[in-house]
């Protein structure tokens, strides 16, 4: 098969779409390197080297002797799976000749995210949260504050995410509304053990899926790009307990205890 220069450099950005796509929505390192590499043999190229760190990607496709290097820059855009499970499925279909290079480019180019109504996500993390307090020994009226003090943590948190502010400023501040309305429950004894609800609001904002991925990435010989998403989930781990402590300063309530 014969590849012209043009229809390199074309390959090449597609190939470096599909992992910028993976990359920014939270994907592991080797699912990126994996991922790339494949799209790129399939529409053509002999082999695909690439670099993946935290925030770039740099790419180089190699046919009949011939280099092609490009790189892009990932800006973090929230965990969504489904973006990561469409840049597969495309992969698939490429490899199985169901798409061509154009149908492949059309279709990267049109992924939108997919997001669930808002004020669902609010719901189901308010439950949540107040089925770990459930867990914890807590009775129905720390179900409640857990519930009302979560989902308002979680409002405030779409907000300022919606309004791009830093994220740990996010977390510091969603923590901290999250911690003061459940005090309100241990300052008028609401409930048999209302200390429960200080500590089971905040658990929507502990970094799960961040040190999953850190750890994945160290195992699997990604080593500087694990330890820098390691050190972003221990800085919101930090900014959540900034926002705990300073609530109980603030609001003279330090009973966070289980």
Known sequence: MDLSHEAQNELTRIAVK????????GAESRLVEQTT???????????IELSVSSDAIVITSLF????????????DRGINMYMVCEVQRICVMLEKQLLDVKQVKDRLNRLQPLKYNRWLVV???G????????FFGGDLPVYISTFFASASAMILRQELAHRQHNPFVNFAASAFLATSIASIG???????????????????????????????????????TGIARWVFATLLTI????????SMAVTGVAAWII
Do not use: W
């Open 239 to 246: 900014s959540v307990s900034i926002g705990i402590v300073a």
């Open 123 to 125: 719901l189901m993390i």
């Open 64 to 75: 009949a002797g011939r280099c092609v290097t490009t790189t892009r820059r990932c800006y």
């Open 186 to 224: 241990v300052f008028y004894n609401f409930g048999e053990k209302p200390q429960i609800a200080m500590a089971a609001c905040v658990l929507l904002l502990v970094p799960g899926f961040p040190l999953i991925n850190a750890v994945s990435d160290m195992l699997k010989g990604h080593i500087n």
């Open 127 to 134: 439950f949540s949260c107040a089925s770990f307090s459930h």
């Open 18 to 25: 599909a992992g910028q796509i993976l990359l920014q929505h």
């Open 37 to 47: 590499q494949r799209i790129g043999i399939a529409l053509g190229a002999q082999n």
